[in-house]
């Protein structure tokens, strides 16, 4: 498949792109990764993943300072953007690759529907469908710094528990992901994949498309929800390394 993985500048410089979204999950339009995140970031495609290790620990990152949204905040291994024609799980390989080092891992869809709304203290939004896929690999990270400050591999129940107990601050959405991934069982390397049927059709044809005669397909996960109506939103308060959320 053919892949726009950029759309240049009058320049002639490069520039990303991001998906955006209308409400059946459908693509819609494409902008600039540089300017969409504002007070009234638009409804936008993309992905978390969580990396594990045989032994079953998980790679908890710091991402960079010099990140424009959450600097310097622990969270999932990785989170990123489909280009426009991009498959996704292409998007987890290179944003693996490119912020870890990881080139091989064996991916498997977990939240096909995830969607949630987050708003940093200085009013930036963060809006956006973003499937979750864990990823499994014995690769030692070498994380770019300009991307990820900190790399932690850790024992997944005492994470979770250390969330719970607001001992470990983490992203807004990694948060929220937690809860519905604790539904899926204790054991991540046992976890079931999801119907990639059920991924927004953004995603499951990844070619821009602006159709609006699709709607989301229905949800077939342990915990169904519609992504018409759910939005997760958050304020995250950090003091003395607690989280609070707020919905």
């Not at 300072?65 to 991009?86: A, F, I, M, Q, R």
């Amino acid at each position: 498949m053919s892949c726009a993985l950029s759309i240049s500048a009058p320049n002639g410089e490069y520039v990303e792109n991001v998906v955006l979204l209308d409400e059946t999950g459908s693509a819609c339009g494409t902008a600039a990764k540089a300017v969409v995140h504002h007070a009234q970031t638009p409804l936008h495609l993309a992905f978390s993943a969580y990396l594990f290790n045989e032994a079953g620990q998980f790679l908890l990152t710091k991402r960079a300072d010099s990140k424009l949204t959450w600097p310097g905040v622990w969270t999932n291994t990785c989170c990123g953007h489909p280009l426009p024609g991009e498959p996704v799980t292409d998007s987890v390989r290179r944003r693996l690759r490119d912020e870890l080092g990881i080139d091989t891992a064996e991916l498997v869809l977990v939240l096909p529907r995830f969607r949630y709304q987050a708003r940093m203290d200085n009013g930036v939004l963060e809006n956006e469908v973003c499937p979750v896929y864990v990823a499994y690999s014995d690769a030692a990270p070498a994380p770019d710094p300009a991307e990820v400050a900190e790399t932690r591999w850790v024992d997944w129940d005492e994470f979770c528990a250390a969330v719970r107990a607001g001992q470990q601050s983490i992203s807004p959405w990694c948060a929220m992901q937690l809860d519905e991934l604790s539904t899926l069982g204790p054991k991540p390397l046992t976890w079931t994949p999801a119907d990639t049927a059920d991924l927004p059709p953004a995603a499951v044809r990844p070619e821009l498309s602006t159709g609006h005669d699709r709607q989301f397909p229905s949800n077939r996960q342990y915990r169904p929800h519609d992504i018409h109506t759910v939005i997760h939103r958050t304020e995250i308060l950090c003091v003395a390394g607690r989280v609070r959320l707020g919905t």
